[in-house]
């Protein structure tokens, strides 16, 4: 698997990464084992997860155990409050982030984390508090580079103005091509990379997901308006394309949606979350895919998707 330069920064990973959200709450280690083992024999060097994703940091922790240094480990805080007793809030206060890290630090076995991430903007702490008290965890070695998470162009300025910024988190792919207005550029001008989460569109763009039966009542998406009434339908119309570029590139869609994102700029390094093995050679396979331009143009053609991407938007772009 070839590399890439996040940004600016001195941070190199792999063109893909793996998004670690399953660990922990859907799988057992074992299975946390397998997937990593097999992540890590396809060349994937970027391990992402967050201290609000239920064990993901204790699984983490126990599989890496004599392979730290093998990879790129990212975590996040900022949606735990430590000053309410563990609450579930925005909190990025110094206070609270130093407690979050600590814990981080603890569960994943290690001293340093590579990439440490601003979950959501926090509007009750001012940007430049969060991104200074990050700064003294540089100083001090706890963390290597400091990203942040689904921020708006302004506040992106304002924490790079106190520290620079090595990546944004952001949801970014097939179905969601908000980046592309304002972040993107922001982020080419400020050296900073892009880091897309659900690059598969919540796995849509893979094919498999064709009604809402086949979800549980416990998904998240069979509440999501993406995935719900005449909204589906209509974003059908989208895997349909994916598909038939897929049927004359020799690829899989999952493959083919991943190809069009990593043709985006080589400052950009998605990170697909699954639980399967298979899955995870299937999406670093994505690397050897090359798409023709006008297969890049039928893609990039497509109408936006029906509906907002989470029920509740006010977290997304502050």
Known sequence: ???????????????????????????????TRAVVDAALDAGITLLDTSDSYGASEEMLGD???????????????GLISHRQDGARALDSSPESMRVALEGSLRRLG?????????????????IEET???????????????IGMSEAAPATIRRAHAVHPITALQSEYSLWTRDPEAEVLPTLR????????????????????????????????????PRFT???LSENLRIVD???AVAAQAGATPAQVALAWLLAQGD?????????????????????????????????????AAAGDRYDDMSRIGR
Request: proline letters at 4%.
């Open 1 to 31: 698997m070839a590399y890439r330069r996040l940004g600016g920064s001195g941070l190199v990973v792999s063109v893909a990464g793996l998004g670690c959200n399953n660990f922990g709450m859907r799988i057992d280690l074992d299975a």
């Open 63 to 77: 599989v890496l155990q004599g392979r730290r240094d093998d990879v790129v480990l990212a975590t996040k805080f």
């Open 110 to 126: 290690t001293d340093h984390i590579d990439l440490y991430y601003q979950h959501r903007v926090d509007p009750g702490t001012p």
């Open 131 to 145: 991104i200074g008290a990050l700064s003294e965890l540089v100083s001090e070695g706890k963390v290597r580079h």
């Open 189 to 224: 001008e400020l050296g900073i990379g892009l880091v897309p989460y659900s690059p598969l569109g919540r796995g849509f763009l893979t094919g498999q997901l064709r009604s809402i039966d086949q979800l549980s009542e416990t998904d998240f998406r069979a509440t999501n």
């Open 229 to 231: 009434g005449d909204n």
């Open 241 to 243: 394309e994916v598909e």
């Open 267 to 303: 400052d950009i390094a998605p990170i697909p979350g699954t639980k399967h093995v298979a899955r995870v050679e299937e999406n670093a396979a994505a690397d050897a895919v090359v798409l023709t331009e006008e297969q890049l143009a039928r893609l990039t053609g497509m109408p």
